[in-house]
């Protein structure tokens, strides 16, 4: 009985400790500090390949990046992997032959890059061909898929060089079909 009590005791004391009223402030931001534009930064942007046929997005790997300057002032430099590495376990995007290919950024906040370079590998090529592509507004990409069906691998290269100084790289699989 008595330890009856004792848990009923508890029981109703417990919720009584556990909800007192304590105010706790958030510490005043300093108002004095600088505003980061490009808080992107500090994680790059994520690219999406667009699907027309599926109507959905798959988002390429990130593959490198750096931003701001070295001790030096020069521009940092990204070192990307082997893009069959980047896109291990990754999900391989569908598309038919000769194909348009949108791609984009997730954040539109983010400047137009100043050079843009998309490279193509099939497996295991050290050396890719650059692939054409055309830019339809801001951060916004078309390529088109291969005449050939296969497998193929993509670098896509974006550098910032006025505004802001970095550059990324990514990396996606694609599976080219027939039509």
């Known amino acids: 009985m008595k330890r009856l009590v004792?848990?009923?005791?508890?029981a109703c004391l417990l919720p009584?400790?556990?909800?007192t009223k304590t105010d706790v402030k958030p510490e005043p931001k300093d108002t004095n500090e600088e505003k980061d534009v490009s808080s992107w930064q500090e994680t790059p942007p994520d690219l999406y390949l667009l699907s027309r046929a599926a109507e959905t997005s798959y988002m390429?790997?990130?593959?490198?990046?750096?931003?701001?300057?070295?001790?030096?002032g020069n521009p940092c430099l990204a070192y990307p992997d082997d893009p069959w590495?980047?896109?291990?376990?990754n999900y391989t995007f569908q598309v038919a032959t000769k194909t348009r290919?949108?791609?984009?950024?997730?954040?539109?906040?983010?400047?137009?890059?100043d050079e843009?370079?998309?490279?193509?590998?099939?497996?295991?090529?050290?050396?890719?061909e650059n692939v054409e592509y055309v830019q339809n507004g801001a951060n916004f990409f078309d390529f088109i898929?291969?005449?050939?069906?296969?497998?193929y691998y993509y670098v896509f290269y974006f550098k910032w060089d006025d505004e802001v100084k970095g550059e990324a790289y990514y990396a996606m699989k694609?599976?080219?079909?027939?039509r």
């Open 16 to 19: 009584l400790v556990g909800c």
């Open 6 to 10: 004792r848990l009923l005791l508890l």
């Open 116 to 128: 843009v370079i998309f490279t193509q590998y099939r497996y295991k090529d050290k050396v890719g």
């Open 174 to 178: 694609v599976n080219v079909k027939e």
């Open 145 to 151: 898929s291969p005449e050939e069906a296969g497998v």
């Open 85 to 89: 590495d980047a896109t291990l376990g």
């Open 101 to 113: 290919v949108p791609v984009t950024f997730n954040n539109f906040s983010l400047p137009n890059p």
């Open 60 to 72: 390429a790997s990130s593959n490198g990046h750096c931003w701001g300057l070295d001790e030096q």
